[in-house]
């Protein structure tokens, strides 16, 4: 499955971005879906992360409470709220076909191509 991320841009400190990750062609209903952010010099690490159901979600501890990951037969979605200066990375959606959500990059088959967020203070 071929996957388009969206949604990125500037924004200030305490602002709102919401993300979108569809897939190029069909859906990903089979698939456990997840948002990653790298920053520079960092390495990737997973933001959230949602079964194929939606009825299951992870989120990494630096985002919780501001961050939801959300998704509907076509999209996977990520409204980031309450934006800091250290959310500042490319963020990537990702795809899955493990029976259990996983967390790591390397459980992650299928990669958007990444898109930029720059939270300024």
């Known amino acids: 499955v071929q996957l388009q991320a969206s949604g990125g841009g500037l924004v200030q400190a305490g602002g709102s971005l919401r993300l979108s990750c569809a897939p190029s062609?069909?859906?990903?209903?089979?698939?456990?879906m997840g948002w990653f952010r790298q920053a520079p010099g960092k390495e990737r690490g997973v933001v959230a992360a949602?079964?194929?159901?939606?009825?299951g979600t992870f989120y990494a501890e630096s985002v919780k409470g501001r961050f939801t990951i959300s998704r509907d037969n076509a999209t996977v979605y990520l409204q980031m709220n309450s934006l800091k200066p250290e959310d500042t990375a490319v963020y990537y959606c990702?795809?899955?076909?493990?029976?259990?959500?996983?967390?790591?990059?390397?459980?992650?088959?299928?990669w958007g191509q990444g898109t930029q967020v720059t939270v300024s203070s």
């Open positions: 949602i079964t194929r159901s939606g009825r």
């Open positions: 990702a795809a899955t076909l493990r029976p259990i959500l996983p967390t790591k990059t390397y459980e992650y088959l299928y």
């Open positions: 062609e069909g859906t990903f209903s089979t698939y456990h």
